[in-house]
């Protein structure tokens, strides 16, 4: 299964409200990797446009190294 999260990361979107939803969207993620070995994670995140902000991946720690990345914004 493929499971593809959007983060909203328009500039009317506060900095706390920002590290909170990628908080959010890391334990979803990580329900996912515990659950099933086989599902696949990635991030868009949109403002204007949309943006492939973590390709697809069943690597947990690529992708905690990614979000991570993500909440410095």
Do not use: C, Y
């Not at 979107?13 to 599902?39: C, D, M, P, R």
């Amino acid at each position: 299964m493929d499971v593809v999260l959007a983060l909203d990361a328009s500039g009317s979107v506060l900095k706390e409200n920002w590290i909170k939803s990628v908080e959010v969207a890391l334990g979803i993620a990580h329900t996912f990797f515990i659950a099933n070995n086989q599902t696949r994670v990635g991030i868009i995140d949109f403002s204007a446009v949309a943006n492939e902000a973590i390709p697809l991946t069943n690597d947990q720690q690529k992708f905690d190294g990614e979000i991570a990345k993500l909440k410095l914004r």
